[in-house]
């Protein structure tokens, strides 16, 4: 089983949907949490931070729940430039100095038609 | 963009050989971590330099090896290359080892 899964898509959606993805994480010492989004043949770049009060930028709101392992992230109102796959990414890295090291799920693509 | 550069972009190599790929971090960043993406995959994680040492390393065999120069600035090293090494190849930047992680353009290797 790997460490952080995600439903790889693809979730074809059209222009002003909205759109959840999910993920679950399986090592319970996990200390932080973020999106990122891939466009094809890039870096990834991050998109926000996500924390178990939950948190919102704009269109996107992501969600953590310690308890179930859970992250998700919520697009509103898609735009054709939102098409990309988003990587759900878990860090073990702890602040006594060990590693900082970032654990991806393989991504879920997303693909917003006209 | 993150400031974070990668050379080079592309580079072909052949079974046995040998590769370096080198890394430039962000301006007042001294951690560098690399990644290595393979086609419909997420990065996995090689190993971490902080302040020059070696700070971690993933389940990849020792002829991945590298170094952070005092500039922060890092380098990876593959020796005898196998075709399964063809692959996006990532660094990412932090300030400190702990915090989120920015990411170079990636350094595409193909081994034929």
């Known amino acids: 089983r790997k460490e952080v899964e995600q439903d790889p898509g693809p979730f074809n959606v059209p222009e002003g949907a909205t759109v959840a993805f999910n993920c679950t994480y399986s090592n319970s010492a996990s200390q932080s949490f973020f999106w990122y989004r891939q466009d094809c043949r890039k870096e990834p770049k991050l998109l926000m931070s996500v924390y178990s009060s939950g948190n919102e930028d704009g269109r996107f709101t992501a969600q953590l729940n310690r308890a179930s392992q859970y992250i998700s992230l919520l697009i509103r109102d898609s735009k054709l430039s939102d098409s990309a796959t988003y990587l759900c990414?878990?860090?073990?890295?702890?602040?006594?100095?060990?590693?900082?090291?970032?654990?991806f799920g393989t991504g879920t693509l997303l693909a917003v038609q006209p | 963009e993150t400031g974070v550069t990668q050379s080079p972009t592309h580079l072909i190599k052949t079974r046995g050989q040998q590769v370096t790929l080198r890394c430039s971090s962000q301006?007042?960043?001294?951690?560098v971590s690399w990644y290595q993406q393979a086609l419909g995959q997420g990065p996995q994680f090689i190993f971490q330099y902080y302040r020059e040492e070696e700070n971690g390393r993933g389940n990849f065999p020792p002829r991945f090896s590298g170094l952070q120069f005092p500039n922060y600035s890092s380098e990876l090293n593959v020796n005898a290359l196998e075709l399964d090494d063809s692959a996006l190849y990532l660094c990412?930047?932090?300030?400190?080892?702990?915090?989120?992680?920015?990411f170079g353009p990636g350094t595409r290797l193909t081994v034929l």
């Open positions: 301006s007042g960043h001294n951690t």
């Open positions: 990412a930047s932090s300030p400190e080892a702990y915090n989120e992680q920015f």
């Open positions: 990414v878990v860090n073990r890295g702890n602040y006594g100095g060990a590693t900082n090291k970032l654990i």
